[in-house]
């Protein structure tokens, strides 16, 4: 099948998260089964990978009651695949990727796509989105009499990109809007997210739990009724991770590559790690890790609170590494200065640093409030850090713990901070039973969370969308 990625990210051209990982990963994993994938995206100003110009593929799109021009570039992921990138001066060549502009941003990267994919030649069988930024595309490219299926994959419900009534006059979208929004169907909210969940002839999310979760109003989001509706072309797949990219035997990052044979190597990643941190370098103490967004879902306002009594009542180190919030960051340095010996943190993004944690660190915090699948506990197990993970979305559908046969991590249950504190003082015992604690390592290093048995549900996804594809375009 010659599968279209429409999304925001892909690893390493862009990325800000885990759909980054997702997108050039699950291409790839595409493309060893046989498929023809290629990926589109808006051309920002911070890319810097090489790329060319697609020559005469200029073209002007109406846009918010103006016209601008669009043109074509080209460039590869590892492996050959092509990536496409949409550029336009005005909206899509910021640096900042998500910003105040983000909305009109993938607005005009959503309307410019029919013609895109038209220019370019592509002929896709399926065209899968990714995410609110690509939400709209399913709507324009039915308004275009596009000749594929649309899957639309929710890697994050709480983002949306909501707007209001004054963008949607503006945007157009009102008319089209009507025109295509079944009449027996929720009112779609005024966000773009919506429309994704309206009109793909086929919806997928992170992880089969986070599937089940939002069809709740706990985890809905507002969306929950919308997402009943589309209930029968809903599921669940766990994201995997790109098992030659993740690799500690081979990754350039570490001080020290390892594997499950040669584990007692590891540690001096972890003295490295200790030492780039200001930590004191002694391999018996445990070192917690923690690479994530600093935003709200990742449990950071539950770690702020724990932080005092995980000081007094543990004898850990912790070393947190994350962008995003700028008040998480102020009050975390602010405690990283206080307790100098045992908490050490990191602000921006650092793929290196990153890497070093999952290598080096003794285990890797996820206390997450809510988490549509997480690639973190997937990548800690693979370089041997055991998750310590609240019981929440796709953590439950990867982490078991360790109390149960199959365990491979340690997991809380509420979002309180005596929950997350015994699940650290469990971890911390664990730590300190040398042999069973590096069988675990080995086991969890030997589980395999690549894309090898979900890229072939993928498959199967394309195959039910361009059966819907079919029925509804008679
Ligand atoms: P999310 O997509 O919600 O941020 P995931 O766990 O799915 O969470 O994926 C996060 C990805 O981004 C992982 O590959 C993680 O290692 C990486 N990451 C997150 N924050 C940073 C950071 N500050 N520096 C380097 N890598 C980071
Ligand atoms: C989102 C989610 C995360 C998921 C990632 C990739 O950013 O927050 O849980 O792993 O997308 O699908």
Redesign the pocket.
């Known amino acids: 099948m010659r599968i279209l990625f429409v999304a925001s990210e892909a690893f390493p051209i862009v990325?800000?998260?885990?759909?980054?990982?997702?997108t050039s990963s699950l291409a790839r994993a595409l493309m060893h089964l046989g498929h023809d994938p290629c990926l589109i995206l808006p051309r920002y100003g911070s890319i810097t990978a090489p790329v060319e110009d697609v020559p005469g593929s200029g073209f002007p799109v109406s846009f918010m009651g103006s016209r601008e021009q669009v043109a074509l570039q080209k460039t590869t992921l590892e492996g050959g695949i092509p990536v496409y990138l949409v550029q336009n001066e005005n909206y899509l060549g910021a640096c900042q990727i998500y910003d105040r502009d983000e909305l009109k941003r993938f607005l005009l990267f959503s309307t410019s796509l029919p013609e895109a994919i038209a220019r370019l030649g592509l002929r896709p069988d399926v065209i899968h989105c990714h995410d609110w930024h690509t939400a709209l595309a399913p709507l324009y490219l039915r308004q275009a009499g596009a000749e594929a299926p649309c899957v639309f994959t929710i890697?994050?419900l709480a983002y949306q990109g909501p707007f209001d009534r004054e963008f949607l006059l503006q945007s157009g979208l009102s008319t089209t809007w009507q025109e295509h929004t079944p009449s027996e169907a929720p009112e779609p909210g005024l966000n773009f997210m919506s429309q994704g969940i309206l009109l793909a002839d086929f919806i997928t999310t992170v992880s089969p739990n986070y599937a089940s979760e939002i069809l709740t109003p706990h985890y809905g989001e507002g969306l929950e009724r919308l997402l009943h509706y589309r209930r029968n072309e809903l599921c669940g797949i766990t994201?995997g991770i790109d098992y030659d990219e993740y690799n500690p035997a081979t990754d350039p990052h570490l001080a020290r590559n390892y594997d499950s044979d040669t584990i007692p190597g590891r540690v001096d990643n972890k003295i490295a790690l200790q030492k780039e941190c200001g930590l004191p370098q002694e391999y018996g103490v445990p070192l917690f890790g923690m690479?994530?967004?600093l935003?709200e879902?990742?449990g950071i306002d539950l770690l702020l609170q724990a932080i005092d009594r995980f000081i007094t009542e543990t004898g850990s180190q912790l070393v947190a590494?994350?962008?995003g919030r700028e008040h998480y960051q102020r009050l975390l340095g602010r405690l990283a200065l206080q307790f100098p010996d045992r908490l050490s943190v990191?602000?921006?993004?650092?793929?290196r640093?990153?890497r070093l944690i999952?290598g080096g660190a003794d285990m890797l915090l996820?206390p997450s409030r809510f988490?549509?699948?997480?690639?973190?506990?997937l990548?800690a197990m693979r370089y041997g850090a055991v998750p310590v993970v609240r019981h929440t979305g796709g953590l439950v559908d990867t982490v078991h713990d360790v109390a149960q046969d199959d365990g491979n991590g340690y997991v809380f249950q509420g979002y309180t901070v005596p929950e997350l504190l015994q699940a650290v003082k469990r971890a911390e015992a664990g730590f300190y039973d040398r042999d069973d604690w590096q069988s675990l390592m080995r086991r969890n290093m030997n589980l395999d969370f690549s894309w090898k048995a979900s890229a072939g549900k993928y498959e199967e996804i394309y195959l039910l969308a361009r059966d819907t594809f079919r029925a509804r375009s008679g």
């Not at 988490?371 to 506990?377: T, V």
């Open positions: 990325k800000v998260g885990g759909l980054a990982d997702v890697h994050n994201n690479v994530s967004r935003e879902q990742k590494l994350g962008e990191f602000t921006g993004y650092d793929e640093l990153g999952y996820m988490e549509p699948c997480g690639l973190g506990q990548i």
